[in-house]
C-alpha cells in the first residue's frame, strides 16, 4: 500500500496480514520502489493525479503489478478532464472505475 500522508493505513485494520505499507514517500517515488523491490500482488494507492504520479502507474502495470487507487472529483466527467487520469483511461490502466455513491448503493 502506497499511502503518502497515512490516510488509509490503520495498524488495526493490518494486524494479521503480510501487507508492506509505505507512508511519507511521494506517491510515485513509494509505487516505483514497491514494484522493483517487493514483488507486490498488486499495489493499493490513495488518491493519484499528478504526472509522476500516472507514469508510475503505468510502468508498474508493465510490469505487472495490479493497482487499485483513488481519486477524487464532483463526477467521472471531471475527472476524465484532468489530463494525466485520463492519459491512465485512455492507456488502459483501470479495467473498472466506481464512483462511492455505485459501491455503496447510493
Known amino acids: 500500500m502506497i499511502d503518502t500522508r497515512g490516510e ?3 495498524e488495526d485494520m493490518f494486524r494479521d496480514t503480510i501487507a508492506d505499507i509505505f507512508t511519507g ?3 510515485a517515488a513509494g509505487i516505483e520502489i514497491a ?3 517487493m514483488s507486490p500482488q498488486y499495489l493499493i494507492c490513495d488518491e493519484i493525479g499528478a504526472r509522476e504520479e500516472a507514469r508510475a ?3 508498474a502495470l508493465h510490469s ?3 493497482l487499485l487507487a483513488t481519486a477524487h472529483a464532483e463526477s467521472f466527467d471531471e475527472l476524465k478532464k ?3 487520469i485520463k492519459m491512465l483511461l485512455d492507456t488502459g490502466v483501470f479495467e473498472r472505475c466506481m464512483s462511492v455513491a455505485e459501491a ?3
Open 82 to 84: 484532468r489530463p494525466h
Open 35 to 37: 514494484t522493483r523491490t
Open 57 to 59: 502507474i503505468i510502468e
Open 104 to 106: 455503496s448503493g447510493i
Open 64 to 66: 505487472g503489478v495490479p
Open 8 to 10: 488509509l493505513y490503520r
Open 25 to 27: 514517500y511521494p506517491k
